[in-house]
């Protein structure tokens, strides 16, 4: 009954992508002064969550906001269009910094999903 919950493989996918798209953001801050480096990024999760399992996330009453933030994601070149330094690096520190904070929030927001299911789950079992 509880082997495949579904909202804690949402939640951990959510957590992965949080993962994976803070690994490319350090990546673009490590390479910040390498000529010619590109940015590079990840798709949204509601993208990557809608191609890994077939099924766009929904939304179940319009007060829903759409969602943002998957399962495995492909780190791609960031299409903003910016203006690359003169030596052609197109990565903006205090872009990357604003990314990192919303990465955070992403994977606190996938912290809390997780916590709150299990607690229902121990309540539904009587447990506190």
């Known amino acids: 009954m509880f082997e495949k919950v579904a909202i804690l493989?949402?939640?951990q996918a959510m957590a992965s992508h949080a993962a994976q798209r803070q690994g490319a953001i350090s990546q673009n801050i490590?390479?910040?002064d390498t000529p010619g480096y590109a940015a590079r990024d990840i798709a949204p999760f509601a993208e990557?969550?809608?191609a890994a399992t077939g099924a766009a996330m929904r939304a179940t009453r319009p007060e829903h906001l759409a969602s943002a933030g998957a399962a495995r994601a492909?780190?791609?070149l960031r299409s903003e269009a910016g203006?690359?330094?003169p030596n052609g690096n197109s990565v903006s520190l205090e872009g990357e910094m604003v990314k990192a904070v919303e990465v955070k929030r992403q994977h606190d927001?996938?912290?809390a999903i997780?916590?709150?299911?299990l607690g229902v789950l121990r309540s539904g079992l009587g447990r506190r």
């Open 30 to 32: 490590a390479n910040a």
């Open 74 to 76: 492909a780190v791609s």
């Open 114 to 117: 997780y916590k709150t299911s």
């Open 109 to 111: 927001l996938a912290l």
């Open 48 to 50: 990557a969550y809608a």
């Open 9 to 11: 493989q949402i939640a």
């Open 83 to 85: 203006t690359p330094s």
